[in-house]
């Protein structure tokens, strides 16, 4: 072993005169309390003076004593200063210090009474602030000199183990003399205690020496130093005691070759023994510990070399001590003496190994196992099992014990000793059925034990693939009798993992009977929160609440592995009572996910329970809401339950949410919306319109449902029932068109976390940025709550000349709905295919109120950008063929008539723009009547009346007179009403010339280059053709 840099010591030349020597040393004594010269010239005057060591034999000893002290006073610095001292030779210091060291212990030791002599070595070694005493810096140069094999070994000649282990001894033995006039208790510990340490330290570096531990051994001091730990209880200096337990513990670690045969000439082992048979009850037992793996652990560490010891141990029933040990260990250990009963067991756990030949076990397997379980034990090749004797004391002290310490730690133990040979396991439970002796009474201990417990069957269960399955019966058993309320929370959360893992131990705990047990727990809990509400059971200890916890995850987790246990659920008829625990939030998700795997039997069952729940939930329980459309959404992902959300009513109870939620985004709610978060009103909103969305897009037939029979309609009337939607005059904006944001900027803003637009305008955002990815069917199988997805970023692109190279990736990447990318006007934008086109109308249906009264310039920006982004989507023939089909012209005629009227609206152009793109694909007779009659011109209303008088005097027989009278009149009437341009003053107003320029442009044939082949309007309300009689 290489030497370190403070090992190195140094000597005086021969030919130097004392009073030279005298005047440099004084030199370095004057500066020990300042910066010391170069290292160079340290080391080179240490140097000089390790050359003249051998004049100091030659002088007196008071000489000698001093020219040492001064010597190791430089060595010390220099080491200590981190010069590099390889090249010197240290092993004439070292025999100096060593006869130095043993000398003064031999003087303060010969011929004296044992305390005085202890008294003597304390103030040997002692360390003053005032002086350094030759004992401290002998020990001190011992110490920097223990590293360097050689110099140990010339330690070794001069008798210095033999001395050192004396002084151990003394100190161990012994009690300090107390001496009444020292004032100063707290200076004279800490001098002691610095002391002690280094001292220990130089005895613990010397040890690695083996050399030293060979040496060491044959002293009768060593062996005293271990009989005295056993047998001097009440005169023991604790400090010492601890110190000389590190001693031992090296000492015997270090495996010397004479280990065995020097502690059995002394029969130290036996005394040993014998004295522990006779131990004091007022011995603390963490002092007993302690002190049996000091001793102890020689036969442990000898046992690979030489069984003698371990022999001589049974020979004399060492294993009563230990048992007698933990008996004291179990009522009185704590935290602090952790580590005393750490040690004790694991000397303990690896006696269990000792022994002439393994174990013999018959094979006892029960089925059913996993499919990689194996067992050979022919096949141990680490560290088997081989007495039992010692497992015993260890398994017996857990069933005694209610400590949680040494409970704790024997389960940990009993994991170590699985640890180290995978046959363990098997060895010890099929000869002692340790593991499910341990389920019979585990659950009188206190909780963390618990816990460690089931993190043992885990282990056996995960890491040796094997199932217990007569501990899982004790587990069952125990759980079935309800003695430990935390000992069943732990068994269910360990039952809970168990089932997840896998489908087997679902199986066996099922046929077990713990399904039909944990149901009938269920419904006996359900009754009580039915009769005394859930306020009383939310006061109940907690405890209780992560029991009913634990058996709805149970239970959840038996069904999710299978369909056999979901019936047996839906037979037992649980139904109703997994209902009850929805109202409990701590209970609500596992009680869903029985709920969910109910729809894998019974869909119709599953969203009649679900929607029913939701419709009798109050305005308040919005979490329990959220939490029942997330299932639904859930549950829609499987194809069985599409029909099923139909047939129980899901469109009527969705919509009865939205409905019930009016005024609930009015900028000043009132009512039982002022007290809840408008946050959470807008998620809930949402995430119904997503429940709603997703259900018609997964199938055609709600799709139809939807849009055929009325329920968009009423869809858009709540929807205008929230209060963020309201009619207003809107004031016209001076920004261009191209300075006006996009749609998909202000959904990018109302995605900030601080508010840009006020909190109306920002939920009317949130809604139509929803419908139309509903419209789309972008994201709808996303959360509602990942917004939109840059579905528009091309098409809402107002100042962009040419697509980039950014849009044309993720145009690629988009859902189906998007099938091109086509510029027009120097504008790029995304063709998307609608493939809901009831949300368009939707969008449509609330434009008109977007309108904010602090705001009203702001609510004019939102809706151009909302119009504009519907014409945007309105730009391929086939969304217009969609929305013509599913009638956007006449939701536009209906909401926003009032716009078309109007031709100074700001969003009059842009709205006659839809509605002739729409009748540039299809038309009926009646909605293109509406748009020319809008405003009633001319005679539109007259018209009206005479058509109904003129039935009544049909209907009342008038006479032929009166009716051609009428006939006249009519006539007259169509004459004078047959200028568009001009009119009477009793004939109505005026068609607008902007109308007659859209009838123009609706009824024109389209010109198609360049072949000039034109295509005549999509509707025929008089004959278009390019010849005839039209």
Wanted: with cysteine; charged share 20%.
């Amino acid at each position: 072993m290489p030497p370190t840099k403070q090992q190195e010591n140094g000597e005086l030349a021969s030919g130097e005169s004392s009073e030279s020597i005298e005047a440099k040393t004084t030199q370095i004594q004057s500066q020990t309390n300042g910066d010391l010269k170069a290292h160079e010239d340290s080391v080179v005057l240490l140097k000089e003076q390790l050359t003249q060591l051998g004049t100091i034999r030659q002088q007196s000893p008071e000489q000698r004593d001093q020219e040492l002290n001064r010597l190791l006073l430089l060595f010390i610095q220099v080491s200590e200063s981190g010069s590099v001292l390889d090249d010197l030779e240290l092993q004439g210091l070292a025999l100096q210090v060593g006869e130095a060291l043993v000398c003064h212990i031999q003087q303060r030791v010969a011929d004296k009474p044992a305390e005085e002599a202890r008294y003597e070595l304390e103030q040997l070694f002692q360390r003053s602030e005032v002086r350094s005493n030759q004992g401290w810096l002998l020990l001190k140069s011992i110490s920097l000199l223990s590293n360097r094999d050689s110099e140990v070994g010339v330690m070794i000649k001069t008798g210095l183990p033999a001395a050192l282990v004396k002084c151990l001894y003394l100190f161990v033995a012994l009690p300090p003399r107390k001496e009444s006039s020292v004032s100063q208790n707290d200076v004279d510990e800490e001098v002691k205690c610095s002391f002690q340490d280094t001292f220990t330290q130089v005895i613990l570096q010397l040890c690695r020496h083996v050399c030293f531990v060979e040496v060491l051994l044959e002293t009768q001091e060593l062996s005293s130093v271990i009989i005295s730990l056993t047998l001097l209880w009440d005169q023991c200096s604790p400090s010492w005691r601890q110190q000389a337990s590190r001693v031992l513990r090296v000492v015997s670690a270090a495996q010397a070759h004479n280990t065995v045969p020097a502690l059995q000439a002394s029969n130290c082992m036996k005394i040993c023994i014998q004295n522990m048979h006779k131990i004091s009850e007022n011995i603390p037992c963490h002092v007993l510990a302690e002190v049996a793996v000091s001793v102890f652990s020689f036969v442990k560490d000898s046992y690979p070399v030489s069984p003698a010891l371990f022999e001589e141990f049974e020979n004399n029933d060492g294993y009563s001590i230990f048992q007698a040990i933990l008996i004291r260990c179990e009522e009185e250990v704590t935290e602090e003496q952790y580590l005393a009963v750490q040690d004790l067991l694991g000397l303990i756990a690896s006696f269990t190994l000792f022994g002439k030949a393994e174990l013999k076990v018959a094979i006892c397997v029960n089925n059913p196992q996993p499919p990689g379980f194996t067992f050979d034990p022919t096949l141990t090749n680490g560290s088997p099992v081989k007495n039992l004797t010692a497992f015993k004391i260890i398994q017996a002290s857990f069933l005694r014990s209610g400590n949680t310490v040494i409970c704790s730690q024997i389960l940990r133990t009993i994991q170590m000793i699985w640890s180290w040979e995978k046959a363990n396991f098997f060895l010890v439970e099929w000869s002692l059925q340790s593991l499910a002796q341990l389920a019979e009474c585990v659950w009188q201990k206190s909780p963390p034990v618990h816990l460690i417990f089931f993190e043992l069957l885990e282990t056996v269960i995960y890491q040796l693939s094997y199932i217990p399955h007569e501990t899982i019966r004790k587990v069952q058993a125990v759980l079935k009798q309800g003695s430990s309320e935390a000992f069943n929370v732990a068994a269910l959360d360990c039952f809970y993992r168990l089932i997840i893992h896998s489908g087997l131990l679902s199986e066996v705990l099922s046929d077990g009977g713990l399904m039909e047990q944990l149901l009938f727990e269920l419904k006996r809990r359900a009754k009580i929160i039915r009769k005394t509400g859930v306020a009383v059971e939310e006061k109940a200890d907690s405890y209780e609440r992560k029991l009913t916890t634990n058996i709805l995850n149970v239970v959840s987790a038996l069904a999710l592995q299978s369909v056999r246990n979901t019936v047996f659920i839906r037979d037992l008829g649980m139904i109703p009572y997994v209902k009850i625990f929805l109202d409990v939030e701590q209970f609500r998700s596992p009680a869903l996910c029985i709920l969910e795997q109910l729809s894998e039997v019974n869909p119709e069952e599953y969203m009649s329970t679900a929607i029913g729940a939701l419709c009798s939930s109050t305005e308040s329980e919005i979490r329990l809401k959220q939490d029942l459309l997330q299932s639904i959404m859930k549950v829609l992902e499987n194809p069985n339950s599409w029909n099923a959300f139909r047939t129980s009513g899901g469109f009527t109870g969705l919509l009865s949410i939205v409905v019930d939620m009016e005024g609930s985004l009015l900028e000043a709610p009132a009512g039982p919306w002022a007290a809840l978060s408008r946050q959470s009103l807008v998620e809930l909103l949402l995430l119904t319109l997503h429940t709603l969305a997703l259900a018609v897009h997964v199938h055609p037939i709600n799709g139809h449902i939807f849009h055929t029979t009325g329920v968009c309609e009423k869809l858009g009337d709540a929807l205008m029932q929230l209060g963020c939607f309201q009619r207003g005059v809107p004031v016209e904006t001076d920004k261009e068109i191209f300075d006006c944001r996009t749609f998909q900027e202000f959904v990018e803003a109302v995605k900030r976390p601080e508010p840009q637009l006020p909190p109306p305008l920002g939920d009317c955002v949130k809604l139509l940025g929803f419908l139309e990815q509903f419209a789309t069917g972008v994201s709808l199988v996303a959360g509602p709550s990942a917004g939109l997805h840059d579905n528009n970023d091309a098409g809402e692109s107002q100042k962009t000349k040419e697509p980039t190279n950014e849009d044309e990736a993720l145009n690629h990447t988009r859902a189906s709905s998007v099938s091109f990318v086509s510029t027009d006007s120097g504008r790029a934008y995304c063709d998307l295919i609608i493939l809901h086109p009831g949300a368009v109308k939707l969008i449509m249906t609330l434009l008109p109120s977007i309108y904010c009264p602090s705001d009203p310039c702001l609510s004019e920006e939102l809706q151009l950008a909302v119009i504009h982004h519907v014409q945007t989507m309105l730009k391929s023939d086939r969304d217009r063929q969609i929305m013509c089909e599913f009638g956007l012209a006449s939701t536009l005629l209906t909401h926003c008539k009032h716009i078309l009227i109007d031709n100074s609206h700001s969003l009059h152009l842009p709205i006659v723009r839809i509605l002739e793109k729409l009748a540039s694909q299809s038309m009926d007779h009646k909605c293109l009547r509406q748009f020319l009659c809008l405003g009633d011109p001319l005679m539109c209303s007259g018209n009206n009346r005479l058509s109904v008088s003129c039935e009544e005097a049909r209907n009342t027989n008038q006479t032929k007179d009166s009716t051609e009278d009428n006939k006249k009149s009519s006539k007259k009437a169509m004459k004078r009403s047959f200028s568009l341009l001009k009119t009477s003053s009793d004939s109505g107003t005026v068609v607008p010339l902007h109308r007659i320029i859209s009838l123009v442009s609706i009824t024109s044939p389209r010109s198609i280059q360049p072949h000039k082949v034109s295509i005549s309007p999509s509707f025929v309300e008089f004959d278009m053709t390019d010849s005839g009689y039209g």
